[in-house]
């Protein structure tokens, strides 16, 4: 469903619903990862822990990398949203490691658990 949101000039501002839904799902996922995740490991060496600005820097780069990877290979974002931490982990970790920042592609053959 697309709805007009703002006309500016003769260029009406059109917006994807879905997307806006998609997007917001997504931030969600990036800010569990990081509060159930990432930001509970004590390790000194896990680069997630190495103060506020960086880890905002470090949920930025998983919101786009899982946007990337959900526009090139559908992610199932509610049922991995909602997730056991397993999954969370296991999904979101591995889109990291196999995405390519190039093309938004997951290479050498990972899928993630929650794909539509």
């Not at 009406?12 to 490991?41: N, T």
């Not at 880890?55 to 049922?79: E, F, Y």
Request: glycine share 8%; hydrophobic share 40%.
């Amino acid at each position: 469903m697309t709805v007009r949101t703002a006309q500016i000039g003769s260029h009406p501002e059109l917006v994807d619903l879905r997307k806006v839904a998609d997007l917001g799902r997504i931030s969600g996922i990036a800010r569990r990862y990081f509060e159930e995740i990432a930001l509970p490991r004590s390790s000194a060496d896990w680069p997630y822990s190495q103060g506020e600005e960086t880890g905002a820097l470090q949920v930025g780069l998983v919101w786009v990398a899982l946007n990337m990877a959900h526009n090139t290979a559908p992610i199932d974002l509610p049922t991995l949203l909602t997730s056991d931490r397993i999954t969370l982990a296991r999904d979101v970790m591995g889109i990291m490691d196999h995405i390519d920042w190039e093309t938004g592609e997951l290479r050498d053959g990972f899928l993630p658990i929650c794909r539509s």
